[in-house]
Each structure stands twice: as structure tokens, then as C-alpha cells.
């Protein structure tokens, strides 16, 4: 049994998946709560399809581009949760997961974009073709900047729809699509670290430099 989790938005997605198709799967009801809504999101879905954590044969965990605290939460459930269990742990690229499932439910056609919420009044941006491969990025970037007339999945349109006025497809990722495009290898598999694309907010101060001593008289 695969779980797989998403934390790079301020949703948290869980899901299980059997083998042949997600069997289970919730989403937090409030937005920036990962530390708390995870480990119970995790523990639903298993009383849904009626097992416990030695059932778990993988683990499955979207690496973001996304926020610090987020995609930390995630990754360290993530880890731990592969450790304890002695199972392998997957990374996925959270924008890529939004492009699979755009693709084959649909919503794009041709070449399309992908633009989540970085913040800051900037958003997580890649270009895919239309089989839901990436072409380039993921990047940050003032949404001015990148503006385009092509479909755009994602967060992105709903937030800039002036630079992004053409919406398609889901706007945050799901777990659920997240376990198929593992089991599928539709994406690139990742090891379970952080796609930050810029420095976290609280970084450590710069060591001082020790004053030197005036010379006596």
C-alpha cells in the first residue's frame, strides 16, 4: 500500500493507493495547519481502507516548490515515517503532480503553464507540452514577469488572473494524483529533499567577527 502526502500548499492532501488506483483520500479542512492536520490526515486514511502503518509498502511525498515550514512538515514526516518502517520514500515535484492530473482529466490540450502561490506577490512557475512533461523551471518569479496568454494551472490564475487569465485544471495538488503519477512513473523521481528555490525567511545571523584590541599606549 502506497502513501503519499502533499504539504507544498496551505492544504494538506493524504492518499492511499492499492496498485490499481487510490483507494482513500482526504484533504485539511483549514489552510495552515500542516504540523497539525497531517499526522491525523495520515491516520484517517488508514481507518478508511481498514490498516495500520506495517501494511505501508512506500511512501510517496510532494517536494514543493513551496513554502518552508510546509514543505519541511511534509519531508519530515516523510522521512521518519521511511525510517521507522524500513520503506522507500519517493519525491515528486508538487507542480508536476498539477500537470499530469491537468492533462489526463482533460483540462489542457496543447502547451500549458503551471503558477502556484510562492508568496511575496510571487508565484512557482514551469512550462509543460501536452502529455504533461516538464519543458523548463520550476523557477520563482514576479508574476508581471512571466504573465501569458496559455492555459495555467494551479494557484496562479486565481491570484493573478490579470497576468494569468486563462485558468485550466486543478489549482492545488492532489495526493491522490500524486500516488498515480508514482506508481505510473509519469514523473521524475526525486529524492525526499526540499525544492525551495530561494532562501527560507529565518536564516541564521553571519557569525561576528571579533573586534581587535587597540594597541595599548
Not at 140 to 164: E, I, K, M, Q, T
Not at 202 to 217: G, I, M, Q
Request: glycine share 8%.
Amino acid at each position: 500500500m502506497l502513501l503519499s502526502f502533499d504539504t507544498a500548499t496551505p492544504l494538506v492532501s493524504v492518499a492511499l493507493h492499492d496498485g490499481d488506483d487510490v483507494v482513500a483520500e482526504r484533504v485539511s479542512e483549514a489552510a495552515m495547519k500542516h504540523g497539525e492536520h497531517l499526522a491525523p490526515l495520515i491516520a484517517a486514511v488508514m481507518s478508511d481502507v481498514g490498516i495500520v502503518r506495517q501494511d505501508l509498502t512506500a511512501i510517496a511525498v510532494g517536494v514543493g516548490p513551496g513554502p518552508f515550514t510546509g514543505l519541511r512538515v511534509g519531508l519530515v514526516t516523510a522521512r521518519t515515517l521511511g525510517f521507522v518502517l524500513e520503506i522507500p520514500v519517493y519525491g515528486v515535484c508538487s507542480l508536476d503532480v498539477l500537470a499530469i492530473e491537468a492533462v489526463d482529466t482533460g483540462a489542457v490540450s496543447g502547451d500549458f503553464l503551471v503558477a502556484t502561490d510562492a508568496r511575496r506577490k510571487e508565484v512557482y512557475l514551469a512550462s509543460y507540452d501536452n502529455q504533461g512533461s516538464r519543458l523548463d523551471g520550476p523557477l520563482v518569479a514576479n508574476p508581471a514577469d512571466v504573465a501569458s496568454d496559455l492555459p495555467v494551472v494551479g494557484a496562479g490564475p486565481v491570484l493573478y488572473p490579470d497576468h494569468f487569465p486563462h485558468a485550466a485544471g486543478p489549482a492545488q495538488p492532489s495526493a491522490g494524483w500524486l500516488a498515480r503519477v508514482l506508481a505510473q512513473e509519469r514523473a521524475e523521481l526525486l529524492d525526499p529533499d526540499p525544492l525551495y528555490l530561494r532562501r527560507p525567511d529565518a536564516v541564521a545571523s553571519a557569525p561576528r567577527t571579533p573586534a581587535t584590541p587597540a594597541p595599548r599606549p
